[in-house]
Structures are given as C-alpha cells and as structure tokens.
C-alpha cells in the first residue's frame, strides 16, 4: 500500500528485487490512485493556479474505509494462493492496520515501513500535533499548497512547481538521500491531491483483531516527514498494547521514500519474514 500522493507506479524497484527472489507480489492503487487519478489541465504547463484551486477533487468523498473495503477485497482474492503479508508505507499504514482489523484471520503479516499505525490517537492528524514529529521538514512546504482544503476535502500539493527553494525544501522532507534525477523522477510519479477524510479519518488498531496478527515495523532513521521519533513512539504504542505480540524491528538508513532507492536492502528484510 503506497502513501500519501503515490500510487501502485512507486514499488516498481521493489517488485523487480522480490521476483528476482522469487516471491510474488500485488501493488495496490488505492481508490483515485493511479490510472485513476485527477491530472486537470490547469495543473500541467503552462500551469493555470488560480484555475486548479477551485477545481473539484474526485478524491474529496474518499475515505479510509473506501480504502479498507478495496483492499479487503484484494485480500480475499489473494488469500487462496497462499499467505498473505500486507505491507504498507506512510499513510498506507492506516489501510492495513483497517484490513487487519476487519480480516485477521486471512492476514498472516503486516509490514509497516515508517508507516502510521495509530493506537493511542485516533489518526496521523492528530499525532502531527505531539512533540515526537517535531523534527519533520513539512512546515516549510506550506506554500506548495493550492486552494482551500476545508473547501476541497483534499490537500492539494504543486509538484510541478519551478520554486527552487521549495523543490530543494520537499527534497530534504522526503528524499534527501536520493540525487536532484532521483528526487525528480519521484516527483513525476506523484499526484497533487490525497483526501483529507483519509488522514483525519479513525484508524487504530484494535488488540482483539489487528492485534493478533504478526506484525514488522521498518524504522528509517533519516525520515524528515514521519521522525523516527515519531516511529519509535507508534511501535511502543503497539507493544504496550499487545505485549504478546510485539513489533518485529528492522532499520534503515534512509529517508521517507529513500528506501525505494535502495530496494534491495528493504526486500532481503522482506524476504526473511516468516508468515
């Protein structure tokens, strides 16, 4: 499950390092992600901002349990192959911890990689205001911004901008690790819009059915959108709710998508997993 902004295109680098290991996978676009998503006119070049600001959004009326349901679905379809090991990056981490709470028993692992698993508050918005995501880079891209989101019910993010000091602010937030053409061609695989219900919408997990499930966290520690203070603080939320059951614990030296950079060392995690 992709994050905020992406889509299925983003795990590219990660199948191909899967398959050359031989492990199948399913990269997921979430609803109004990928070939469904909204590229207007106004947002292409030359760009028209003041048009795109009062654009509607086809992802305004999304929400997390639209994202639950087509996931779950996918689920059920997988599942008569063999195990099941959902893993989920950013954002996606509020979809699979959703999935693990309706379908335990058909998930046989969840993967979290610097992702949202929410326990003690009700949604990343609300973990976004305690001390731990202090150290995020994102304040200072408040500017890519276009429109009113209360009046979209999207954030709605300029990817295409030509600012040089925003461009060189989002590198440090999210790729800082990767070269100007990596950060680039990232950027182009992007879409401007993610639904605000999404990330404000009730996503923790639930000790009787999430927590049930084998679960792995995969900390980056040179996350400048999600701090790995921030991912210290979920997986110990995690722990203390089902001490039995504990997080499973692998790090990374990279930024927030830096891992995409360097996939091979994400999958030899992957592929030691038990399930």
Sequence with gaps: ?????????????????????????????????????QYPAAYQAPQNLDAWAAEP???????????IDMVVD???????HGPVVLVGASLGGTTITGVGNTVPDLVNRLVYISAWSCVQRSNPIEYMQEPEFGENLLAPLAPLNVGNPAELGVGRANYRTADP???????????????????????????????LAVMMSEARGHAETWGTIARTYIRLTDDRSLPIAMQDRLI???????????????????????????????????????V
């Design 1 to 37: 499950m992709h994050g905020s902004g992406a889509s299925s295109f983003m795990w590219a680098p990660v199948q191909r390092e899967l398959a050359l290991l031989g492990h199948r996978s399913f990269a997921v676009d979430l609803p109004g992600h990928g070939f469904d998503a």
């Design 236 to 274: 110990a939320e995690c722990d203390a709710l089902t001490p039995d059951n504990p997080y499973d614990v692998h790090t990374l030296a990279t930024s927030h998508v830096g891992f995409l950079l360097k996939p091979a060392k994400l999958v030899s995690i992957l592929d030691q997993l038990t």
């Design 74 to 80: 996918v689920v059920r379809r997988v599942a008569e």
């Design 165 to 195: 000091v925003m461009l060189a602010a989002l590198k440090a937030a999210i790729m800082a690790d990767g070269t100007d053409e990596q950060f680039r061609a990232f950027l182009n695989i992007l879409q401007p819009d993610e639904s």
């Design 57 to 67: 959004s086809t992802l305004a009326k999304v929400t997390l349990q639209d994202n």
